[in-house]
C-alpha cells in the first residue's frame, strides 16, 4: 500500500519560512506526478503544488512567488519551501501522489501568526 508521511509543519510569523517534506513508499512503481493539498479550517481541500516525473512544476497563484516544489519523483521524496507566508496560508498541509490513483499522507499542520 502507498503511504506518504509529511513533516517539517509547525508555528510561524507572518512573513517567515517554512520546509515541508514529503516521502512516499509502498510501491514498487514511482509516482506520475507528487504535490501538496491543503485544507483550511471549514474550507474545501485545494490544490497548492505539483511536481511531475519529469520535473515540471505548477502553482496556485495564491502561492506563487513565494512558495517553491523541489524534489525528485523518481526517488518518492519532495519537498515544499514556504516563504513569506500569510494567515491565510494557515492549514493542514497533505503530501500527495497519483499513479492509478491519488493517494494522500496524514497532513502536517501549518499555522501562520500575524
Known amino acids: 500500500q502507498v503511504r506518504l508521511v509529511e513533516s517539517g509543519g509547525g508555528l510561524v510569523q507572518a512573513g517567515g519560512s517554512l520546509r515541508l517534506a514529503c516521502v512516499r513508499s509502498g510501491s514498487n512503481f514511482a509516482a506520475e506526478l507528487m504535490g501538496w493539498y491543503r485544507q483550511a479550517p471549514g474550507s474545501q481541500r485545494e490544490l497548492v503544488a505539483t511536481?511531475?516525473?519529469?520535473?515540471?512544476?505548477n502553482y496556485v497563484d495564491s502561492v506563487k512567488g513565494r512558495f517553491t516544489i523541489a524534489g525528485d519523483v523518481a526517488k518518492d521524496m519532495v519537498y515544499l519551501q514556504m516563504n513569506s507566508l500569510k494567515p491565510e496560508d494557515t492549514a493542514v498541509y497533505y503530501c500527495y501522489s497519483r499513479r492509478h490513483g491519488a493517494y494522500w499522507g496524514q497532513g502536517t499542520q501549518v499555522t501562520v501568526s500575524s
Open positions: 511536481i511531475t516525473f519529469g520535473g515540471i512544476t
